[in-house]
């Protein structure tokens, strides 16, 4: 590309930073107009007539034993791993996504800007397809790394598969178990390439960190995963039940830990980690009302919007985890205060700190013209 091509892609839009500052400040029409974006691109994954010549085989044995019906069923089951799937590409209203996030998940900013650069270097070519993402953060537990990490996918629009590495305890479980055990049956790579549309869906490694790291006779989980991350052997990775290659070289990753001082240097060095801290206060109070919102979102118009400050001054010292449990307890708490009331869906539902602090009480009471003393009431009283 010459100067002039160069000063034609109007990259005076753009901010050239460091990878981490890296944003967008415009939305050049040529860069992320419908006319010069590419459709998705479609690619295949693992050989269709490798495939179905092992298929075939199986089906002409499976009268021969049960571990060959077996394989024959499982290789109709996972038949759709073949078909062709397309690359999913960085989102049209990214601006717009990545302010939401960044204002619901504050102590995430980090997390969250490393997703929003990923997105943006996809933007700057046509196929905006989304590629080279391998995160691993890094937390105390009950911090929200799970949830915030959910609310990304579907802020994103991106097809996903969650594996708890917690007890995963052999490579096979993640490779598959060979053919010639009793137990045989595909690896959660399979089943994710299997059942996802896209050639490269997000895999989340939850708890990466509770992974076992001793090795056995089947191999360790963790050792899988260096070849699952690295881009040369990711193009290849075989599934040891259906005896396959699967192009896993499009999957994005992220990866949860509480701790990364068990996991091997190897691995570790395949991501990029990002250590989170706990929430400051200002940055808790904004986190309380992200989560109260995302609560009472299917009842819009029957609660109040926001919490009182004396409300999130309550909830302040505890994890997300933890008040995400309180408020729903909550919500549902007022809303039995205001059906009693006879206010619910006239006036909106304000939770109160009583809310947080009573308990839920039966209350006998009649409906229609017939007393009838079994029916009853969830009514929230204060101790």
Known sequence: MNATQTENLDFDFYRIKPFENYQLVSKPAHLLGDAWIMPPREVHVADRTAYETLQQAIQHRSNSGALNRIM??????????????????????????????????PHFASFITEVEGCCYRACLRRSRELSG?????????????????????????????????????????LSGL????????????AKCFSSSPSANPLIVLDEIDKGSSIANQYG???DTLLDLTESLTAKSFKDNCLQIEIDTSHALYVATANDIDCLPEALVSRFQVLHVDEPTPDEMTAIIQSIYRGLIAEH?????????????????PQTPRAIKLRINSAVNAAAARALEAGTAGITPIQVLPCDLNGKLVVKRQSFGFIPSPRSTAFVRRSR
Request: charged share 20%.
């Open 178 to 189: 060979g053919q010639h055990w009793a137990a045989t049956a595909p690896g959660a790579i």
């Open 133 to 173: 993402f391998k995160i691993l953060i890094v937390g105390q537990p009950g911090i929200g790394k799970t949830h915030v990490v959910q609310e990304v996918i579907k802020a994103l629009g991106l097809h996903y598969y969650r594996i708890s590495m917690n007890g995963q305890t052999a490579a096979f479980e």
């Open 300 to 316: 819009e118009g029957l609660y109040s919007p926001t919490l009182s400050d004396e409300l999130i001054d309550g909830l302040r």
């Open 72 to 105: 024959a069923n499982v290789y109709e089951e996972y038949k759709n791993i073949v078909e062709s799937k397309v690359l999913t590409q960085a989102p049209n209203n990214l601006e717009e996504v990545i302010k939401r996030l960044k204002s619901a998940f």
């Open 220 to 222: 360790r989980s963790l």
